[in-house]
């Protein structure tokens, strides 16, 4: 990403984490975490990829509810960022944190016998 696409990437992102702190009443939406935000080459497209920490259950429902108020999400972003056109928002969840404790937990199952010291050969 360029230097613009990463500062209006953060800036996005800061203000949609703000909008579901303090703004959004959706019960849906409580707790939700703006975990990455990806705009295209031209600030047309914002891929913003969102977790409900600890909560992978309410993915339905964190994305209905997104669906819900995406035209007041739009809204209120195009009222306070410096773009001509705000970007069409395309939410997504975040699986990354559940692959991860996945992962861990896949490595910490194995059993991998301690390995002998090698004796010199002289």
């Given at each position: 990403?360029?230097?613009?696409?990463?500062?209006?990437?953060?800036?996005?992102?800061?203000?949609?984490s703000e909008l579901f702190l303090f703004?959004?009443?959706?019960?849906?939406?409580?707790?939700?975490?703006?975990?990455?935000?990806?705009?295209?080459?031209?600030?047309?497209?914002?891929?913003?990829?969102?977790?409900?920490?600890?909560?992978?259950?309410?993915?339905?429902?964190?994305?209905?509810?997104?669906?819900?108020?995406?035209?007041?999400?739009?809204?209120?972003?195009?009222?306070?960022?410096?773009?001509?056109?705000?970007?069409?928002?395309?939410?997504?969840?975040?699986?990354?944190?559940?692959?991860?404790?996945?992962?861990?937990?896949?490595?910490?199952?194995?059993?991998?016998?301690?390995?002998?010291?090698?004796?010199?050969?002289?």
């Amino acid at each position: 990403m360029t230097l613009k696409q990463e500062r209006m990437a953060d800036r996005i992102r800061e203000i949609l984490s703000e909008l579901f702190l303090f703004e959004v009443s959706d019960p849906a939406l409580q707790g939700l975490t703006v975990t990455e935000v990806v705009l295209d080459r031209e600030l047309e497209y914002a891929n913003i990829y969102v977790n409900a920490l600890g909560d992978e259950d309410r993915a339905e429902s964190v994305m209905a509810g997104l669906r819900r108020a995406h035209g007041f999400l739009r809204r209120e972003l195009a009222s306070r960022i410096r773009l001509r056109r705000a970007p069409e928002l395309r939410f997504h969840w975040d699986e990354t944190l559940s692959r991860a404790a996945r992962i861990e937990a896949l490595l910490d199952s194995l059993k991998i016998p301690p390995t002998e010291p090698e004796k010199d050969k002289d």
